[in-house]
């Protein structure tokens, strides 16, 4: 994990049910060993999607139910990823349940923190996030993969029909759906790292996504 900048601060948009869950969330943040700075704090979906295009955060933590509904903050996530699709995610929720954490991931979350955990998990949370990582526990992973065995196996076409990758890389898909690196999938199929990179480049490409992760799901 690469070291913080000096004076530079990570400016983090933070969301809760409550303006006083905003409070806290935001001293939290405030008095961490990590330099945050509170680019907007919202209680609403409105207010939400308002202040992701004023607020130009580099990392969102997004409350899974907010004022307009249980489950609203969660909701709005598919639409802030699309619209947004380098802002990381972050979503709070009151308890990580199977159903509710490979929705979050489907919906472009790159990290889930349950609200049982302590506050200096959050902070690390946040900063790992910013650092290009993925945040999830062993628990939360086993249902990523649990998902991923019970789905259908698809093949994506276009809206013709036409199969948008190739064999070789519905391969590569498959290894990286059973976890490998790219070094162990050059060893597998006998290629150069180089070229598993530049597999998993046009791959993401084609697919619209930007993660490992995505590309599983």
């Known amino acids: 994990m690469s070291k913080q900048r000096g004076g530079q601060k990570i400016a983090v948009l933070i969301s809760d049910s409550s303006r006083m869950g905003c409070q806290l969330l935001s001293n939290v943040l405030k008095a961490s060993r ?3 700075s509170i680019a907007a704090s ?6 939400l999607h308002a202040s992701l295009a004023s607020a130009q955060p580099e990392v969102a933590v997004l409350s899974g139910s907010l004022q307009d509904g249980a489950l609203s ?4 996530m598919r639409e802030i990823h ?20 490979v929705d979050a991931f489907r919906s472009g979350a790159s990290g889930i923190f349950c609200r049982v955990k302590s506050p200096d998990e959050l902070c690390k949370c946040i900063y790992a996030v ?8 062993t628990n ?6 649990e998902a991923f065995r019970s789905a259908v196996p698809l093949r994506p076409s276009d809206a013709n029909g036409n199969r948008l990758l190739t ?5 590569v898909v498959t290894l990286v759906a059973d976890g ?16 598993v990179k530049n597999y998993m480049f046009r791959i993401f490409n084609k697919l619209g996504i930007s993660s490992r992760v995505e590309l599983v799901l």
């Open 42 to 47: 919202v209680t609403s979906s409105q207010e």
């Open 167 to 171: 064999r070789r890389e519905e391969q």
């Open 34 to 36: 990590y330099k945050f």
């Open 82 to 101: 699309s619209k947004y699709p380098n802002l990381p995610l972050i979503v709070l929720l009151d308890s990580c349940e199977k159903d509710l954490v």
């Open 140 to 145: 939360e992973l086993r249902f990523l993969l």
């Open 130 to 137: 910013h650092q290009g990582q993925i945040w999830a526990s």
């Open 73 to 76: 903050g969660l909701h709005a």
């Open 180 to 195: 490998m690196s790219n070094r162990e999938i050059s060893e597998e199929l006998r290629l150069s790292e180089h070229t």
